[in-house]
């Protein structure tokens, strides 16, 4: 029985950032970041890196100052590398990458740290030729193609998605 539930504790506090998330993307941006702290404090500095991943993420997405944005998701890159590590975290965390780095290069830039910024965009095309053709992966490609504007890159760094074949 204690098996089961630590099976299903992961899912809940899973759902419990995604509801969170919602109340951010509804707007309630100071709500959503005292929640997600809330939930940050619950699971602590040590807990499962893909739950430290995900809440580092999006608590970065809630705050005002670009450096603590910067702190956040620097948080969640580290804790995507320490689930890397785990057999069943491995697809997430490979979906996961071109996000994290795609904010990090944001981050970088508006702290006006462009060689960083660089840096972290390409890791994110690199990341990124691993996703699927779908939606996530087409909005991730456009992400990369707005910060490579804004970065101002040209020529071959202005990358399209690799097509699959069907």
């Known amino acids: 029985m204690a098996e089961r539930q630590e099976q299903t504790a992961p899912d809940a506090l899973l759902t419990r950032i995604g509801q969170v998330v919602m109340l951010h993307h509804a707007g309630d941006r100071e709500e959503a970041r005292r929640r997600l702290l809330g939930l ?23 705050q005002d ?10 948080r969640a890159l580290t804790a995507a590398e320490e689930a890397g590590q785990q057999a069943l975290a ?17 981050d970088y830039l508006r702290l006006e740290r462009r060689d960083a910024a660089r840096t972290h965009l390409r890791r994110a095309r690199e990341t990124a030729l691993a996703l699927a053709d779908d939606g996530y992966g087409e909005g991730v490609w456009a992400a990369i193609a707005r ?14 998605p690799p097509r699959q074949r069907p």
Not at 40 to 62: K, N, S, V
Not at 65 to 74: F, G, K, M, T, V
Not at 147 to 160: A, I, K, Q, V, Y
């Open 40 to 62: 940050w404090a619950e699971l602590g500095e040590h807990g499962d890196p893909l739950h430290r991943c995900t809440l580092a993420h999006y608590l970065a997405d809630t």
């Open 147 to 160: 910060l490579e504007s804004r970065l101002g890159e040209d020529g071959p760094g202005m990358w399209t």
């Open 90 to 106: 491995v697809t997430a965390v490979v979906a996961l990458y071109p996000s994290l780095h795609l904010n990090l290069a944001d």
């Open 65 to 74: 100052d670009p450096a603590d944005e910067l702190a956040w998701d620097l």
